[in-house]
């Protein structure tokens, strides 16, 4: 886990477990998110732009799913980024950090 040097607290997640967000036909794994905002990874042929509106899911490796609604704010390389309008409940995103503390961290 790397050092928090933003507003909203975000959890960044491994490889091996991450939620994904589903958009239209494509899924995309999460790198990291907070209440505000999802990082994931879209690859070489990103089909997004800066300030495209999306609507999609996010789904929890537990199978939770949650409506996100947002702008994509930044494309960084591989990984596209959106602010979300209305917020991932933060005891979804402490309960994710907390899973990722117990099974993750030696």
Do not use: C, W
């Not at 690859?43 to 609604?69: M, Q, R």
């Not at 494309?75 to 907390?98: F, M, N, T």
């Amino acid at each position: 886990m790397s050092e928090q040097k933003r507003a909203s607290f975000r959890v960044e997640f491994p490889i091996t477990y991450h939620p994904s967000v589903s958009y239209q036909s494509s899924v995309y794994d999460v790198h990291d998110l907070s209440e505000f905002g999802v990082k994931f990874k879209v690859g070489i042929n990103n089909p997004f732009t800066a300030g495209d509106e999306v609507d999609a899911n996010i789904i929890f490796p537990d199978g939770e799913k949650f409506k996100l609604s947002g702008q994509i704010i930044r494309i960084d390389g591989i990984y596209a980024i959106i602010h979300l309008r209305k917020p991932i409940p933060l005891s979804k995103v402490r309960a994710e950090h907390l899973h990722l503390i117990q099974n993750y961290m030696a």
